[in-house]
């Protein structure tokens, strides 16, 4: 069984502050990796793909993915209380596979 | 560029009727997935299409589940008969070859 693991949360984090999202996936066989944010009562939204080690970043956010400990985080920096939603790691073994998803951290940043 | 779209948004049936669910993908997208999500929880696959076949339908129930994708642009996910626990989010998503998916704005599914 496929599975991706996400801590539920809430995590809670001050405006202008830095939020840390974890994912461990047990696949070893992975090759894509993505974050969705999900604002309550809307659908997945894709904020960042990774596909190689090391780290991504676009804007406010960096991707970073370690295979050898099957890991993938999302950190998103200067916090906004318009960053308080689910977000949702997921991943898939590329080529001809669906993504499998975590059940996603909610994120709640206060001003 | 117009992202996927799908209809109705909402959707109040009894058990035992029938439900349609429409899914219009982004454009040259060859790739469309459905997917079911209940609350609390991430998506999960049921269906996927590359262009008009059906390549993974393996986690959707065929006894009640169908669906098409026509000329391999929309597609119609139905259910029949509907049962209280179909009560979820049905989403289409779609993607250019194995490329990230977009998600459209989903059906919300009440069984009564």
């Known amino acids: 069984q496929k599975e991706v693991e996400q801590n539920s949360g809430p995590l809670s984090v001050p405006e202008g502050a830095i939020a840390s999202l974890n994912c461990t996936y047990s696949?070893?066989?992975?090759?894509?990796f993505f974050w969705y944010r999900q604002y309550s009562g809307k659908s997945p939204e894709l904020i960042m793909s990774?596909?190689?080690?090391g780290d991504k970043e676009d804007g406010r956010f960096t991707a970073q993915l370690n295979k050898a400990s099957q890991y993938v985080s999302l950190l998103i920096r200067d916090s906004q209380p318009s960053d308080s939603a689910t977000y949702l790691c997921?991943?898939?073994?590329?080529?001809?596979?669906?993504?499998?998803f975590g059940k996603g951290t909610t994120l709640s940043v206060s001003s | 560029e117009a992202g996927v779209v799908q209809s109705p948004r909402y959707k109040i049936i009894e058990k035992k009727q029938p439900v349609a669910f429409w899914c219009n993908p982004i454009?040259?997208?060859?790739?469309l997935y459905w997917y079911l999500q209940n609350l609390g929880q991430g998506p999960e696959l049921l269906i996927r299409?590359?262009?008009?076949?059906?390549?993974?339908d393996s986690q959707l129930p065929k006894d009640r589940f169908s669906a098409e994708r026509l000329k391999g642009v929309d597609s119609t996910l139905k259910i029949q008969p509907a049962e209280l626990g179909d009560s979820a989010v049905y989403l289409c998503?779609?993607?250019?070859?194995?490329?990230?998916?977009?998600f459209g704005p989903g059906t919300r599914l009440t069984v009564l």
């Open positions: 696949d070893r066989g992975s090759q894509s």
């Open positions: 998503a779609s993607s250019l070859d194995w490329g990230a998916q977009y």
């Open positions: 997921a991943v898939n073994e590329g080529a001809g596979t669906a993504l499998i």
């Open positions: 990774i596909y190689s080690n």
């Open positions: 454009s040259g997208h060859n790739t």
């Open positions: 299409y590359e262009n008009e076949e059906a390549v993974d």
